[in-house]
């Protein structure tokens, strides 16, 4: 029946249907056109008369129902109004009155509704890339994702620094510090290589983050751990939500466990930072190394290396420390030599920026998310799949939930 036929016959269509989109017991409720009623008439006259005075559980059902209702359109006595009616979170009991009411014309749910974002395909993307949009093995094929894909977000690469000028970082990449020398380049590569993995424009798993470089190996690929510390805190003190959007750090590195990288990790996270390392490539447990170690604070990941045929690398670190897999072996990306530069490198060094990558690609979709909640987003969504699995060592692949 059209919503007028059903308004002459005295008749409220109940539409109960049982979603996965349906809030728990929210309905709405549209009465007639014709029906002239104030918000204080709903309190009063309109209640009395539909909802009876009695108890339930206890409680007034007209008590209960005013509670209930969550907000209302148009209760102003005047007709001129897109919508009479309210919505709220009924029991069935009050349902079951609403509907009896000759003013009510319909009832439904009140489900969810979402943002019809596009999804974008990269055509012959790497095998690293892919990887990480399939939950089963779909080596050499497209990587998909959603828009924003990291629009308002920093991924700050502590590392050997960042060729800024590289073309796949489109302008987005920045130096911020500098602990090893005087020269704001990248002299080994290694944090070149590593910043396209996150997010670069062909290569990286976030295509529109902006990239901050920390310095903190030299050509070499060495530092020490007050060059690592001095970093964390030039981001903690320098990271703000609502400048830089929301903050992640990648860390391809280590070396000893050390109480203070540990603490510092626990005061960025605690700050909203998402943090990220590599589990080590010495085929040892990573709990041996740190921040590796550190795969056991909620919303700091530590992550192994994966092969192309979805083993566990045979360098790669394991144990109870290591939160996920990513792809790590014969990895391309943008390089320190020129602007166009390009290399394929192995380690999980590579498997890291991944998975920063994700994680800056899920706060841009959703900036309200904990560190916790992403690390659980990216670690808990594909589970299985890993061959070769060394033992106390998590079987998950880092996923973007395409």
Known sequence: MEAQELANNNVAT???????????ASYIVILKEGR???????????????????????????????RSVKGYWSFDNSNDAVLHGFHGAFSSEILDLISDSKDVISIEPDTIERAHNFVYSQQNASWGLSRLSHKTDNADSDYLFREPGGQ???????????????????GRAFWGANFIDNSDNDDSGHGTHVAGIAASHTFGASKFSRIVAIKVFNNEEQGNISGFLSALSWIYQNHEDTKHGRGVINYSGGGQVSPAKKAAIEKL???????VTSAGNSAESSCN????????????????????DNKSA????????????????????SY??????????????MSSPYVAGLASYFLSVNSSLT???VEKMITKTNMGGVFDLPIDTVNAIAYNGM
């Open 14 to 24: 109940l539409h109960t249907e049982v979603t996965d989109n349906l809030s728990p």
């Open 36 to 66: 002239k009623i104030s918000k204080r008439d709903l309190d009063s006259d309109w209640l009395s008369n539909t909802v009876k005075r009695s108890t339930l559980n206890g409680i007034s059902k007209q008590e209960e129902f005013k």
């Open 152 to 170: 308002n977000t920093t991924i700050y690469i502590v590392d050997s620094g960042v060729r800024t000028t590289h073309k796949q970082f489109g």
């Open 269 to 275: 996270v605690g700050k909203g930072l998402v943090f």
């Open 289 to 308: 190394q740190g921040p590796a170690d550190c795969g056991n604070i909620d919303g700091s990941i530590t992550v192994a290396a994966l092969t192309k």
């Open 314 to 333: 045979e360098f790669t670190n394991f144990g109870t420390c290591v939160d996920v897999y990513a792809p790590g072996v014969d990895i391309l990306s």
């Open 336 to 349: 320190n030599t020129d602007d166009s530069a390009t290399a394929f490198l192995t380690g999980t060094s």
């Open 371 to 373: 560190p916790a909640q």
